[in-house]
């Protein structure tokens, strides 16, 4: 790794405070100006063939960033001050914005409160709103694009993919075929379609789904699967997935990745105006260390073993957290309610047609008889409560909403819960049945072929 410079231009550079593939960002200070920078250098050392073609894209970009720079000057978005491109190097000298990019609360473990989203879409919507006034369209709206700090200042940032839609030739215009992020892409943009504003807006709506349920609107393993289920899918219920977000979500974010363009949000400022009219509820912080309790319950039972960290949030999102008195039922013989739950504290009694069969405590499943039934879909057994319980109530419709990993890993434990009780429950009536019929060595059974010469 080089050693970290002392000066670039006229620039003292004070420590290194990001790095990516293609540059290293520093904070640095201007003998003539009193405030720190950021400033991002770009080395064009490497002469190889492969590495000079990408060196000529990024020059583009440095190019296209410099242009849109000098039409926004609006407090969310980040202000570039000086571009300078020499024959070894290039930099970009941007304001320093003591801030992190949203990525950092876009995981199950680390939501940001409902209020604060919305605070800050609210912020992007009015700064996409101003920058496509001035012709600009940003065209790589993703998390790691926004950044905020503690109080909720935004500044959206890398504008290097930018499209001057008021430009007129294909010479000067700034667009580049295939970019953008793939899991923030429009239909649109996918497809390689003229774009517009509306692009910015659906990937800002992608954004504040990912914000309030810490994963993607659209997942899957490949980017042809990716690419259809952003062309053809509906998102899922951002409400289920996070039972916090209030109802009034749902439209927004559907309204704001409509396929059809005409359908979608116009500009920045009409989702500005849903979201400032949504009640939303206030995120309580005595609730967020219960979740983190919740959460460390679940990872210690055998049920969640198989389960990644991320996915054992998607299920305490998904799911709701329950907790009953003794001599309680939960769950009544012969009923139609397909819901299933997993023991986290505390015992139950199992009997069927008035018979205790069994007895679960944490860790174990019950009610998965009606989810797993898909011809009769009843429950086979009444669940009472023997001592006070905590427990995870999964709502198959819910569940049908979650990632394919994690209703993957809930389908394969549900089937080894049902086969390990069917084989306990065999050996059971075994121990009283007569003895089993002894049949001859299989391996003396069948035919013997021979070739006839």
Not at 94 to 123: A, H, Q, W
Not at 211 to 217: A, D, F, I, K, V
Not at 261 to 274: P, V, W
Not at 413 to 428: C, G, N, Q
């Amino acid at each position: 790794m080089a050693a970290q410079p002392d000066k670039i231009g006229k620039y003292r550079i004070i420590r290194e405070i990001g790095r990516g593939a293609t540059a290293i960002v520093y904070l640095a200070e201007n003998p003539f100006y009193p405030e720190p920078v950021a400033l991002k250098h770009i080395n064009f050392d490497d002469k190889s063939k492969d590495r000079a073609k990408w060196n000529r894209r990024l020059l583009k970009l440095l190019r296209a960033e410099e242009a849109v720079s000098k039409r926004l000057n609006h407090p969310n978005i980040i202000r570039i001050f000086e571009t300078v491109i020499e024959a070894n190097q290039a930099y970009v000298v941007m304001e320093y914005f003591e801030g992190y990019s949203l990525e950092r609360y876009c995981t199950f473990d680390n939501l940001l409160p409902i209020n604060r989203v919305v605070s800050i879409i609210f912020k992007c919507c009015m700064a996409l709103d101003y920058a496509y006034k001035n012709g600009i369209i940003h065209r790589d709206i993703k998390p790691a694009n926004i950044l905020v700090d503690d109080q909720d200042n935004v500044k959206i940032t890398d504008f290097g993919l930018a499209m001057n839609i008021k430009k007129q030739s294909d010479e000067d215009s700034t667009f580049i075929m295939g970019v953008g992020s793939p899991a923030y892409m429009s239909p649109e943009q996918v497809k390689s379609y003229p774009l517009n504003q509306k692009t910015d807006l659906y990937s800002l709506g992608v954004v504040l789904f990912h914000l309030l349920t810490g994963r993607l609107p659209f997942r899957a393993k490949n980017p042809a699967q990716l690419v259809y289920r952003i062309i053809n899918a509906d998102p899922p219920s951002a409400v289920l997935l996070n039972p916090a977000v209030p109802e009034g979500m749902d439209p927004i974010i559907r309204k704001a990745l409509e396929k059809d363009l005409y359908s979608r949000y116009k500009n920045g400022a009409e989702i500005a105006k849903d979201l400032s009219a949504v009640r939303y509820k206030l995120y309580d912080e005595n609730e967020h260390i219960e979740d983190n309790s919740h959460w460390g319950q679940l990872r210690r039972l055998p049920f969640f073993t198989e389960f990644d960290d991320v996915e054992v949030w998607e299920a305490l999102r998904i799911g709701k957290w329950r907790q009953s008195g003794e001599l309680t039922t939960l769950i009544k013989e012969g009923s139609s309610d397909s819901r299933f739950c997993v023991l986290v504290e505390g015992r139950v009694e199992v009997s069927i047609e008035g018979r205790k069969v069994g007895e679960y405590g944490p860790g174990e499943v019950f009610g998965e008889s009606a989810f797993l039934d898909q011809q009769d879909r009843k429950q086979f057994a009444t669940i009472v409560t023997l001592t006070p319980v905590s427990y995870l109530e999964i709502n198959p419709a819910a569940l049908s909403l979650a990632s394919e990993e994690c209703l993957e890993h809930f389908r394969q434990r549900l089937s080894s819960v049902a086969m390990r009780r069917l084989a306990d429950a065999l050996r059971a009536i075994s121990k009283g049945a007569e003895a089993a019929t002894r049949g001859g060595d299989s391996a003396g059974a069948g035919f013997e072929l021979s070739l006839v010469s």
